[in-house]
């Protein structure tokens, strides 16, 4: 299993233990495209997803809350195959 395959993993099983450069890595990996937010906030878009991921980074990391969500929409859509 790659590396990158074994952080996907690890964040859709645990995704509060992951910084915000990790979360980063998963989505570019998932297909994701950085696009610059504003202030602190980060934003990333999916073709096959209609709506934004937007989270704050504060301190290299980001909420929680955020991580969880971001999480639950990954694994709510078809990008991920089994």
Same mark, same amino acid.
């Given at each position: 299993?790659?590396?990158? /395959? /074994? +952080?996907?993993?690890? $964040? +859709? ?9 990790? !979360?980063?890595?998963? +989505?570019?990996? +998932?297909? $994701? ?10 934003? $990333?878009?999916?073709? /096959?997803?209609?709506?934004? @991921? !937007? $989270? &704050? !980074?504060?301190?290299?990391?980001? &909420? ?10 990954? /694994?709510?859509?078809? @990008?991920?195959?089994?």
């Amino acid at each position: 299993m790659s590396q990158k /395959k /074994k +952080l996907l993993k690890k $964040f +859709l099983e645990r995704p509060a233990t992951l910084r915000y450069s990790q !979360v980063a890595h998963v +989505l570019l990996y +998932l297909g $994701f495209e950085h696009s610059q937010g504003k202030g602190s906030h980060q934003k $990333f878009n999916h073709p /096959k997803i209609d709506q934004e @991921i !937007v $989270f &704050p !980074v504060h301190g290299n990391d980001c &909420p929680t809350y955020y991580k969880v969500e971001i999480s639950n929409i990954i /694994k709510s859509s078809n @990008i991920i195959s089994p």
